[in-house]
């Protein structure tokens, strides 16, 4: 079955990039997700690239996507406290989602000052 | 308000109770879906549902039902609650294929 794996944890000062890595197994996935977990809250949907993409680029968010070796990274550039937060990877498989999402692990991402 | 609501928040349980967790929303979307959270794992898929007269199954659904009571409406039920069922749970909604919307969450504990 679809196996996706993140990092558990990463720690980044307040300004400096995160790069967040996520590998998955299904080679036929049409969409690749990242979605944002608050504290205390449910998750957001960040940004999403198709798989004929290699990167997408909104605002501070780049996601690139390489697909010869099914690695997906979320790159925050000037991290600040507020994007602490647990982040989420997720793919769908060959139908784009249509029955569900396979879900990572979920990287918390810890913001210092 | 929130346009995916989840009650309750908070539930604390003993083992063999029965258990229903509700899940309403304004959104309009036809389909809608249970997870469970527990940290390190992510969220695994309980049940789905495209419309009112469709169920499935997700990866992890023994121990639990679910009904689809109208549109809005998706209740998840733990027949006989059992400590390892003691999680986080979500439920999401979606328009299309992998954009999903969901609630605050509410957690479970069964002692």
């Known amino acids: 079955g679809e196996d996706v794996e993140q990092s558990l944890f990463l720690s980044v000062r307040e300004g400096d990039s995160s790069v967040i890595n996520c590998t998955y197994t299904?080679?036929?996935?049409?969409?690749l997700y990242w979605y944002k977990q608050e504290p205390g809250a449910g998750l957001q949907l960040l940004t999403y690239?198709?798989?004929?993409?290699d990167m997408k680029q909104d605002q501070r968010l780049t996601v690139l996507l390489n697909k010869k070796d099914k690695h997906l990274s979320l790159r925050i550039a000037d991290t600040q406290t507020g994007d602490s937060a647990i982040y989420f990877c997720?793919?769908?498989?060959?139908?784009?989602?249509?029955?569900?999402?396979?879900f990572g692990t979920g990287t918390q991402l810890k913001v210092e000052l | 308000d929130a346009d995916v609501t989840q009650t309750p928040r908070n539930r604390i349980t003993k083992t063999g109770k029965r258990i229903m967790l509700e899940c309403s929303q304004t959104?309009?979307?036809?389909?809608m879906y249970w997870y469970r959270q527990d940290p390190g794992l992510g969220l695994q898929l309980i049940y789905y549902?495209?419309?009112?007269?469709?169920?499935n199954k997700g990866e992890i659904s023994d121990g639990y039902s679910v009904s689809r009571q109208a549109q809005a409406k998706f209740s998840l039920s733990l027949e006989s609650a059992i400590p390892n069922q003691t999680a986080l749970y979500f439920c999401?909604?979606?328009?299309?294929?992998?954009?999903?919307?969901f609630g605050e969450g509410s957690r479970l504990t069964v002692l």
């Open positions: 999401a909604t979606s328009i299309r294929a992998g954009e999903l919307f």
């Open positions: 299904d080679s036929s996935s049409t969409y």
């Open positions: 690239i198709f798989s004929n993409m």
């Open positions: 997720a793919e769908s498989g060959p139908t784009g989602g249509g029955n569900k999402l396979t």
């Open positions: 959104k309009g979307h036809d389909r």
């Open positions: 549902s495209f419309d009112v007269k469709d169920i």
